[in-house]
């Protein structure tokens, strides 16, 4: 009888991972797009989102759609972290880089020589994953600041009050839509990283020989 | 003698390519409006649709949530004199040249669950005491602006009306066809006004007069101005723009 004790190597994302991606694909997009039709209501600086990327027609529509989406977003978010901590995604894949790791691997990527392992992180990806992450638990406090600024006072005053706040709301979602921009591109010029988030592409070897 | 005129003939042949690039480009806008993330861009709390359906029933999750959070004892923040805004941003439903002056002979209504239903002069609403506050009003917009507003508790006036301050709402109807509500706890608040001056002077027309509802711990649309009717009631009451869409609970 023919055993097969082929060494299974374990998937490049796990699962979780891959379903939460595709939620925060989902909810991420609704929370940008909606609050781009909310902050046309009443632009703080001297531009307009244009009016077909909205979502929700309306203010109102558009508040509906922001205060759905929280509730998607804020669950995934905490699913994430628990995930990350308990499975040990953090510890094994999100060390924090030391600026010598980032300087050298940011060198190798602008002379596109940075070689890319699915499954491993190298320091840039761990600096913009780690920076992204931070990114949308300040959205999340921020947002949360400006929706509640009497009932949680203390965490507006955090943002230095109401109108303060709201800027940095706005500030930040650009510096999410950024990393997404550099995110798609890298995607499409590595596609196979967009395969192995939809099925379970086994992990690359940490050095190929 | 003349026939009678011929209207030019268009035949489908002749607009065809017209037609498919205008519906080609009406499908091209389809397709990139990002909203339509599911084709989703018709959702905006005006259809019968499912997906407007659940947007409404999150709604009135988030107003159970808002609720929960709210504490009679949280005040919002006061500001000194100096932080007031001038010029004070005017906004309503309409644009500010549709103001409409006081009626002749008015009186504030009272209704619903309260047991002294006399309607109210201005003189009498003066005679009550009187309390003042510098806040920040926010509007659902975004914008916000500090302003200085005295007027009757809204606790305290209910009380003297004999309300039932278990029944759930308050509403408030205005001579200017706008309406709106609260919930108890809300108007129990000690920020919540009966205003009658706004930055030390009676109201004038375009902020109100000749008595508005004063809310800091809700949004901008919840202080009703120009105020004709309050009703205590166990029947939920909407309002303007909460029937159109906006949160009900709508607390800050």
Redesign the interface.
Known sequence: MPLHHQPTRSAAHPVMIRVLHWVWVYAIGCMVFSGWQIYNASPSLPFSFPRWTGLGRWLGGALAWHFSAMWLLALSGIAYLAYGFTSGHFRRDFGIPTPRAVSRDLWSALTFRLGHRLGHYNAVQRLLYLGVIGALLAQVATGVAIWKPVQLGALLSLFGGYPSARNIHLTIMFLIVAFTIVHVVLVAIFPRTLVSMIVGTPAEPKDRT | MNGPRRLPVVKFQDIKPELRQLQRRAFL?TA????G??L???????TNSGVDA???S??RF?DKV?AA???RR????TYPPSAVTRPFRFNAFYPEWQVRGVPEGWRLEVAGSVSEKTPWTIAALRNLPQVEQIT?H???????QIGRWSGVPLRAFLQRIGADLRAPFVSFRCFDGYSTSIDMASALHPQTILALDFDGQPLAAEWGAPVRLRI??KLGFKSAKNLQAIEVTRIFPGGF?EN????WFS??
Request: aromatic share 8%.
């Open positions: 806008r990139l409006s990002l909203g993330l599911a989703l861009t018709g959702c905006d709390l005006s659940a947007l409404k999150i709604l988030d808002q959070l709210f504490s949280c005040l919002a923040q920040r926010i509007c659902i917009e975004g914008w916000s800091p711990t723009w159109q869409g906006y949160d607390g800050l």
